[in-house]
């Protein structure tokens, strides 16, 4: 099993800033690829951001290109996602994945967090 927990959501404005950080723990951290993934009330979870195991290779969601970047520390078993230039359609509780293979389908995912609201003002 992998534990995951998110951290760094919040109310900001449209234009602003925001740091979202995944803690995983139960085990090895580089065995599994890293996504962030979001969900608007009434929508699909979609595919947000990925990163491999190793953090060498990046995937984005068009809608994420050029705003938000992942990373990874796997010294800390911890995976980042810095959102910029958010806009209120970025509104949506996101979560933390981790899978053993480089996916974006939520229905392949085995691991999630418990989600965290970001919600963006205009």
């Known amino acids: 099993q992998v534990q995951l927990v998110e951290s760094g959501g919040g109310l900001v404005q449209a234009g602003g800033s925001l740091r979202l950080s995944c803690a995983a723990s139960?085990?090895?951290?580089?065995?599994?690829?890293m996504g962030w993934f979001r969900q608007a009330p009434g929508q699909e979870r979609e595919f947000v951001a990925l990163?491999?195991?190793?953090?060498?290779?990046?995937s984005y969601a068009d809608s994420a290109k050029g705003r938000f970047t992942i990373s990874r520390d796997n010294a800390k078993n911890t995976v980042y996602l810095q959102m910029n230039s958010l806009k209120p359609e970025d509104t949506a509780v996101y979560y933390c994945?981790?899978?053993?293979?480089?996916?974006?389908?939520?229905?392949?995912?085995?691991?999630w967090g418990q989600g965290t609201q970001v919600t963006v003002s205009s």
């Open positions: 990163i491999s195991n190793s953090g060498r290779v990046t």
């Open positions: 994945a981790a899978d053993r293979a480089f996916i974006t389908t939520p229905q392949r995912i085995d691991y």
């Open positions: 139960g085990r090895t951290f580089t065995d599994y690829a």
